[in-house]
């Protein structure tokens, strides 16, 4: 079995649907709220759980009730969460999202993911050394995401580097990912480049191999040479939280076979997420991946 660490953030989604976005001072009557869990770090352990891996999560939520409603979804979903610490009088990480018209509102408050620390990481190693792959995303302190890929570039475990949201980062850093995975916004800021500058341009500038996400046109990835593109799948879009999360464990989860196949089923898996509702419940499993791939020609 597949053996993945996730470092990263677990958040609790406040969602509102509205008929419109609120101005200032103003009070009007949503319509629907619900909660949802949430949090790159969350989404990445979830998916690739879901996709058969042995998934270890390493984060921080808070000692609160959503705390412990995050805790019991992850362990539902059979992540190991030894490396999870519930902090004494921190509230748990919230993304305050407001829905209207198509468009989101989004405020979040990262609480608990403040906190998670290089020594946090450092205190994981020998689950990491046993890793197949490691995964990243940049809503923990940064000093924590360049531990992470220092700690895996040590080890010899693969790290990928999900850039999301996007900073600008050390060259050198960089360097200690197996692979960076930025959508095109995310690698202009990755390398404080121009955003409007070509993206297969960009690839061929960054200093370590890219898989670049491109919705539904897929994704192209480059080791050397040239960018190489993998297309999409068509399916009926209904929501695409967690699109991206999704293509990153899947991609982490199939790896060992190879970057063209693991990016292949990537796409796959991300294609098969946007077609329900929520970005932890649209996450496939194995089984439907592998069935949805066997009914495609490419």
């Known amino acids: 079995m597949t053996r993945i660490v996730v470092v990263g953030s677990i958040n609790m989604d406040l969602v509102t649907q509205a008929p419109r976005f609120v101005g200032p001072g103003e009070t009007i009557l949503g319509e629907r709220f619900l909660t949802v869990p949430g949090g790159k770090g969350a989404n990445q352990a979830v998916a690739a759980a ?14 609160d009730a959503l705390g412990r409603q995050l805790r019991e979804g992850l362990a539902t979903e059979k992540v190991d969460l030894s490396h999870v610490v519930q902090l004494a009088g921190s509230a748990s990480g919230t993304a305050s999202i407001t829905v209207a018209g198509g468009e989101n509102q989004i405020i979040v408050v990262p609480a608990a993911n403040a906190r998670v620390t290089p ?61 960076v995975t930025p959508n095109q916004h995310e690698l202009a ?59 990153n464990a899947a991609l982490a989860v199939f ?42 020609k490419g």
């Open 50 to 63: 879901r996709l058969g891996a042995e998934v270890a999560l390493v984060g921080a939520i808070g000692d």
């Open 119 to 179: 020594a946090q990481v450092e205190g994981a190693q020998s689950l990491i050394a046993r890793a197949d792959a490691v995964l990243v995303q940049m809503e923990i302190p940064l000093e924590t995401v360049e531990a992470t890929l220092r700690l895996g570039h040590r080890l010899g475990v693969p790290v990928l580097l999900n850039p999301a949201p996007a900073q600008k980062l050390p060259i050198d850093w960089l360097r200690f990912a197996r692979y």
């Open 189 to 247: 800021i990755l390398l404080g480049a121009d955003p409007t500058e070509d993206f297969r341009t960009l690839m061929q500038r960054a200093p370590c191999p890219i898989v670049l996400t491109r919705g539904g046109d897929g994704a192209w990835y480059r080791e050397q040479g040239d960018p190489i593109h993998r297309s999409g799948f068509n399916v009926a879009v209904v929501d695409s939280t967690g699109a991206g999360d999704t293509f």
């Open 255 to 296: 790896l060992a076979e190879g970057l063209p196949s693991a990016v292949r089923k990537a796409c796959a898996a991300a294609a098969l997420s946007v077609t329900k509702l929520g970005a932890q419940g649209g996450m496939p499993t194995l089984h439907e991946v592998t069935f949805f791939l066997a009914q495609q």
